[in-house]
């Protein structure tokens, strides 16, 4: 049993060795003293004694008590700043608690960073040893794994040459064959599994997975919320330093992406607020005009007879909101302005994803489905019941058409966010809705 | 005691592969590699030998075997004692600043890349002894004594180690103290007899008798004990070995206490 404490002196731990707990966390605080203007001089340290002093301290921990059960999966998640990684590192015990003790009860292993320590001038081989024996394992254990760790890295030919000739893929690669060999018993891992390519990503899991099957007991730090809901089994939710929420895993991430929106909402009701204001004592409309700014990836096409003069966003309450939520209702209002009336008319929408694929592209229709558009100012709605498009920011393009004339188009002009109001579970960029079913093959007869 | 021992002892794979990282290193992308370990010390050699052999004469002792009298011999003895000294004193802070980034990533104890330098040094210094050896048989100066040789290191090493350690703890928090050391063993390396002999210093005790004080300092004594059995091919004296033997040990035990008492937040530090 390993116990990092404040004090120098360690106390009896009072605690008893709970058999199902594998890492109790105590009433842990953690201050950091900000190096924004470090006295690394030793002029400073004589001369500085009257002064202010100059680092100022910040708590990255303000007590946090938890325990992380035996042969779970345990998730720390939280905004950037929020103390998880700080807590992390306390376990692995890189630093030491400013109060407050951490107990771990069995051999940990921190992936905090992989290849750390390679000598860029030695050998993979040598690097196998150098890392293999900072992690704490003895020469026999690395000699009896070292079969394993090359053909876990695929790096056979390249092994016996320096390290400062891979590439950032085969370095990481190394570093990870070298981690998964450890047979750690507590586990700790920082957000190393989101590097490389898909393949060793798909190995990285797998191996993750292998490990929890076998009852090893798990830390992560990730931002992908959705792998917390996947891969773990409770989890813990951090905000500036105070424990926010403990629980099941898949209720704290719910619980914090609620919280996510909300904030995001209120900051975006703010900016509008501030926007509206600063618009009202300059005496400018509130409503958008076509302007230049409405420009998209490529330059406004069209021959002008009607205009986009914006979109809005809509929930189901026809409230305009700064996104649209996956799963839920929603609306695209495509405000428009026409100088003439228009007998004939097609409004079409393309939502492209961030990585330039496009994802849906809806228009209202041709023939007998196109829209009579009279004259002046007006709105267009695209309304589905449930937003099929996956978490990410999108871009939208807004064409009106007649047949093959253009009358306006927008290239990607319009920012859409999509919003998770639950964990995402699924990969892609659209959520496929259907039904699965079971469909039992009826026993063959023996003749 | 014995559990710094065992501490040091569980962890001598970690402690190697750090000697074995920051050898295999040092003349890593150059031309001609490790020759260059054997090039320094003969470069030095042969300088020593032209500045000190032609310009700059001093009194040469006669040697053990009653004949030698080369100065840049006698010189070179001393200054491959230094150089052992100034290694491992020095090695440290290097080392425990360069494991930083490791040390904010994985949880090992800060002592082994620390140790770990002093150790890379005995491959540097054995080269440097065997050179000398060579030298002093290929002069028919040898003797007994040399056996002492390997116990003088071992003390020396115990004392450049614990000095080694607080200078590496002091540095990670406030770098300046490389710069300082610098200055300060540039100011020991002539503090001490080794490219003039002792004798220059002795000579003038009766007109500066506070003069004594120079044989106090460990790094004299060290160089005398060594040129004692190298060159004079006689015994040190029991009490010059004692006075070595205390202040060694309890340089060590300082800088251990010192160094452990602040490595467990040094990580914050780097």
Same mark, same amino acid.
């Given at each position: 049993?390993?116990?990092?404490?404040?004090?120098?002196?360690?106390?009896? !731990?009072?605690?008893?060795?709970?058999?199902?707990?594998?890492?109790?966390?105590?009433?842990?605080?953690?201050?950091?003293?900000?190096? %924004?203007?470090?006295?690394?001089?030793?002029?400073?340290?004589?001369?500085?004694?009257?002064?202010?002093?100059?680092? =100022?301290?910040?708590?990255?921990?303000?007590?946090?008590?938890?325990?992380?059960?035996?042969?779970?999966?345990?998730?720390?998640?939280?905004?950037?700043?929020?103390?998880?990684?700080?807590?992390?590192?306390?376990?692995?015990?890189?630093?030491?608690?400013?109060?407050?003790?951490?107990?771990? +009860?069995?051999?940990?292993?921190?992936?905090?960073?992989?290849?750390?320590? #390679?000598?860029?001038?030695?050998?993979?081989?040598?690097?196998?040893?150098? %890392?293999?024996?900072?992690?704490?394992?003895?020469?026999?254990?690395?000699?009896?794994?070292?079969?394993?760790?090359? =053909?876990?890295?695929?790096?056979?030919?390249?092994?016996?040459?320096?390290?400062?000739?891979?590439?950032?893929?085969?370095?990481?690669?190394?570093?990870?064959?070298?981690?998964?060999?450890?047979?750690?018993?507590?586990?700790?891992?920082?957000?190393?599994?989101?590097?490389?390519?898909?393949?060793?990503?798909?190995?990285?899991?797998?191996?993750?997975?292998?490990?929890?099957?076998?009852?090893?007991?798990?830390?992560?730090?990730?931002?992908?919320?959705?792998?917390?809901?996947?891969?773990?089994?409770?989890?813990?939710?951090?905000?500036?330093?105070?424990?926010?929420?403990?629980?099941?895993?898949?209720? !704290?991430?719910?619980?914090?992406?609620?919280?996510?929106?909300?904030? =995001?909402?209120?900051?975006?009701?703010?900016?509008?607020?501030?926007?509206?204001?600063?618009?009202?004592?300059?005496?400018?409309?509130?409503?958008?005009?076509?302007?230049?700014?409405?420009?998209?990836?490529? *330059?406004?096409?069209?021959?002008?007879?009607?205009?986009?003069?914006?979109?809005?966003?809509?929930?189901?309450?026809?409230?305009?909101?700064?996104?649209?939520?996956?799963?839920?209702?929603?609306?695209?209002?495509?405000?428009?302005?026409?100088?003439?009336?228009?007998?004939?008319?097609?409004?079409?929408?393309?939502?492209?994803?961030?990585?330039?694929?496009?994802?849906?592209?809806?228009?209202?229709?041709?023939? *007998?489905?196109?829209?009579?558009?009279?004259?002046?100012?007006?709105?267009?709605?695209?309304?589905?019941?449930?937003?099929?498009?996956?978490?990410?920011?999108?871009?939208?393009?807004?064409?009106?058409?007649?047949?093959?004339?253009?009358?306006?188009?927008?290239?990607?002009?319009?920012?859409?966010?999509?919003?998770?109001?639950?964990?995402?579970?699924?990969?892609?960029?659209?959520?496929?809705?259907?039904?699965?079913?079971?469909?039992?093959?009826?026993?063959?007869?023996?003749? | 005691?014995?559990?710094?021992?065992?501490?040091?002892?569980?962890?001598?794979?970690?402690?190697?592969? #750090?000697?074995? $990282?920051?050898?295999?290193?040092?003349?890593?992308?150059?031309?001609?590699?490790?020759?260059?370990?054997?090039?320094?010390?003969?470069?030095?050699?042969?300088?020593?030998?032209?500045?000190?052999?032609?310009?700059?004469?001093?009194?040469?002792?006669?040697?053990?075997?009653?004949?030698?009298? +080369?100065?840049?011999?006698?010189?070179?003895?001393?200054?491959?004692?230094?150089?052992?000294?100034?290694? !491992?004193?020095?090695?440290?802070?290097?080392?425990?600043?360069?494991?930083?980034?490791?040390?904010?990533?994985?949880?090992?104890? *800060?002592?082994?890349?620390?140790?770990?330098?002093?150790?890379?040094?005995?491959?540097?210094?054995?080269?440097?002894?065997?050179?000398?050896?060579?030298?002093?048989?290929?002069?028919?100066?040898?003797?007994?004594?040399?056996?002492?040789?390997?116990?003088?290191?071992?003390?020396?090493?115990? #004392?450049?180690?614990?000095?080694?350690?607080?200078?590496?703890?002091?540095?990670?928090?406030?770098?300046?103290?490389?710069?300082?050391?610098?200055?300060?063993?540039?100011?020991?390396?002539?503090?001490?007899?080794?490219?003039? *002999?002792?004798?220059?210093?002795?000579?003038?005790?009766?007109?500066?008798?506070?003069? $004594?004080?120079?044989?106090?300092?460990?790094?004299?004594?060290?160089?005398?004990?060594?040129?004692?059995?190298?060159?004079?091919?006689? #015994?040190?004296?029991?009490?010059?070995?004692?006075?070595?033997?205390?202040?060694?040990?309890?340089?060590?035990?300082?800088?251990?206490?010192?160094?452990?008492?602040?490595?467990?937040?040094?990580?914050?530090?780097?």
């Amino acid at each position: 049993m390993t116990t990092y404490r404040s004090d120098e002196v360690a106390e009896q !731990v009072t605690t008893a060795a709970e058999p199902d707990v594998a890492i109790s966390v105590r009433d842990v605080t953690k201050k950091f003293r900000l190096h %924004n203007d470090r006295k690394t001089n030793l002029k400073e340290l004589f001369s500085g004694r009257e002064r202010h002093p100059r680092s =100022e301290e910040f708590w990255a921990l303000k007590g946090v008590t938890l325990d992380i059960p035996r042969g779970k999966t345990y998730g720390l998640i939280g905004h950037n700043g929020s103390g998880k990684s700080t807590l992390l590192k306390l376990v692995a015990g890189i630093h030491r608690p400013s109060s407050g003790s951490i107990t771990a +009860n069995g051999r940990v292993s921190a992936m905090l960073e992989l290849g750390a320590g #390679f000598h860029p001038e030695m050998s993979g081989r040598d690097n196998i040893y150098l %890392n293999g024996s900072i992690l704490g394992m003895t020469r026999k254990q690395i000699d009896a794994a070292m079969d394993r760790i090359i =053909e876990f890295s695929g790096l056979e030919e390249f092994i016996d040459t320096p390290v400062k000739v891979y590439s950032s893929g085969m370095y990481v690669r190394l570093g990870f064959a070298i981690a998964v060999n450890l047979e750690p018993e507590i586990l700790i891992i920082d957000e190393v599994i989101a590097v490389g390519d898909e393949a060793f990503q798909r190995r990285c899991f797998d191996h993750l997975y292998e490990l929890r099957r076998k009852g090893v007991t798990i830390v992560l730090v990730t931002h992908s919320l959705g792998l917390v809901a996947d891969l773990c089994d409770e989890a813990a939710w951090l905000d500036g330093g105070n424990l926010r929420r403990v629980g099941p895993a898949r209720e !704290v991430v719910d619980d914090y992406l609620a919280a996510v929106n909300e904030r =995001e909402a209120a900051a975006a009701a703010k900016a509008e607020a501030a926007a509206r204001a600063e618009a009202a004592a300059t005496g400018a409309p509130t409503v958008a005009e076509p302007t230049a700014e409405m420009e998209g990836s490529t *330059p406004r096409r069209g021959s002008g007879e009607i205009r986009v003069t914006g979109v809005e966003y809509l929930d189901s309450e026809g409230v305009e909101r700064p996104f649209l939520s996956t799963g839920h209702p929603g609306t695209v209002r495509v405000s428009y302005e026409a100088a003439v009336d228009l007998p004939e008319v097609t409004f079409g929408l393309a939502f492209v994803h961030e990585s330039g694929v496009q994802a849906a592209g809806p228009n209202s229709g041709y023939g *007998p489905d196109t829209l009579a558009i009279p004259a002046g100012r007006g709105a267009v709605d695209f309304a589905v019941d449930a937003v099929a498009l996956q978490p990410g920011e999108f871009l939208l393009s807004v064409a009106i058409v007649d047949r093959g004339h253009t009358y306006d188009h927008l290239d990607r002009a319009f920012v859409l966010k999509v919003r998770a109001e639950e964990a995402v579970t699924e990969p892609g960029l659209v959520r496929m809705p259907g039904r699965w079913t079971l469909n039992v093959a009826a026993p063959t007869v023996e003749h | 005691m014995t559990q710094s021992l065992r501490d040091v002892w569980q962890y001598r794979g970690l402690i190697g592969n #750090f000697a074995n $990282r920051e050898i295999k290193g040092k003349y890593k992308g150059s031309l001609l590699g490790s020759a260059w370990s054997l090039i320094n010390p003969l470069a030095t050699l042969a300088t020593y030998s032209l500045v000190f052999g032609f310009i700059l004469r001093f009194p040469t002792p006669v040697a053990g075997n009653g004949s030698l009298t +080369n100065f840049p011999i006698y010189l070179f003895t001393a200054l491959v004692v230094w150089n052992f000294f100034h290694a !491992v004193t020095t090695g440290g802070m290097g080392s425990l600043v360069g494991a930083g980034p490791l040390l904010r990533k994985i949880h090992f104890p *800060p002592f082994a890349p620390v140790i770990g330098s002093a150790l890379a040094v005995l491959n540097q210094t054995a080269i440097e002894f065997g050179l000398l050896f060579i030298v002093y048989v290929l002069v028919w100066n040898i003797g007994w004594t040399f056996l002492m040789v390997p116990v003088l290191l071992f003390m020396l090493a115990a #004392f450049a180690l614990g000095l080694g350690m607080v200078l590496a703890i002091v540095n990670a928090r406030f770098r300046d103290v490389a710069y300082i050391v610098t200055v300060l063993l540039g100011l020991l390396f002539y503090a001490s007899p080794i490219i003039y *002999p002792i004798s220059l210093v002795t000579d003038q005790y009766d007109a500066h008798p506070w003069l $004594r004080a120079y044989e106090y300092n460990p790094i004299t004594s060290y160089v005398e004990a060594f040129r004692d059995v190298l060159w004079d091919l006689e #015994f040190p004296g029991w009490g010059r070995l004692a006075y070595l033997a205390v202040v060694s040990f309890v340089m060590l035990v300082v800088g251990w206490t010192f160094f452990q008492r602040r490595a467990a937040d040094v990580s914050e530090d780097l």
